[in-house]
């Protein structure tokens, strides 16, 4: 079967399964991992299951799903298929090692990327994303990010460029570098990352920038569009220490540090 078919009936099944599907992007949900886990362990707590797809209830309290319907969970680079849910104690019963990714250990906190067997790839998209013409029936890919899940890069369609970029945790391919994704507003002196590289816009202090759900480590570079307080940030909020990015369109890159749930930012002024 070749990739483009293959394509086909993965989008065909999608428009079975989701009501109302269309091309508009739905983003993946994530949790986390609340304890290690080895190669082989079939159940498992996670810190959050109310984004996990499930059916029917079962005895125990919680949910359960049937064939064809099954979640997914995808962890440093291995593909699960949820059978069960416990929505009381929070644990979750899988298929380890799915869709040709191999099972194996992995630590606590690691991020659980949540979605349905068919939102997740198996190589890298190209070209051009966007919503109009040229018309493809891949473009855009209706969930995002798109994940290959045997390198585990991520890509995001960017409404600046309507191409595929580098999404977190991804360098980019083929000499692909880091381009914007969408410009993001400070509302409440917080941000959300759409991608790792955004321009920021506003004109209040940025105290928080949003963990985004799909992100395990990496870092996200910011460009700031505004002036005045719209420059600054400050360390009241999840931001390890205070600083400037002096001058409207300078850039400031923000490493997050999951020992101490932080964000470090490259410069201070």
Known sequence: ??????????????????????????????????????????????????????????????????????????????????????????????????????????????????GAPGQFMDYDP???CGTSSPPNFMSPFAYTPWINIRTGAQWLCSSVTNTWVPGFGNPGVSGVGLQPTAASAISSNAITPSGPLIHVTGTTILKTINLPATMQNGSVTLIFDGSGAGLTWDATGNINVAGTSTTAGSSVTFVYDRSISKWVPSRLA
């Open 1 to 114: 079967m070749t990739r483009i078919l293959k394509l086909f009936v993965v989008l065909v099944v999608l428009a079975a399964f989701v009501p109302g599907f269309s091309y508009a992007a739905t983003a993946l949900g994530g949790t986390t991992l609340s304890a290690n886990i080895n190669a082989s362990q079939s159940c498992f707590i996670v810190a959050a299951v109310s984004g996990i797809p499930t059916t029917t209830a079962n005895a125990t309290g919680g949910t359960t799903t049937t064939i064809g319907q099954q979640g997914a969970l995808y962890v440093d680079k291995e593909l699960m298929y949820v059978n069960s849910v416990n929505s009381t104690s929070k644990q979750v019963c899988a298929l380890r090692g799915m869709g040709g990714s191999l099972g194996s250990s992995h630590a606590s906190g690691a991020v659980v990327i949540v």
């Open 126 to 128: 190209a070209g051009y």
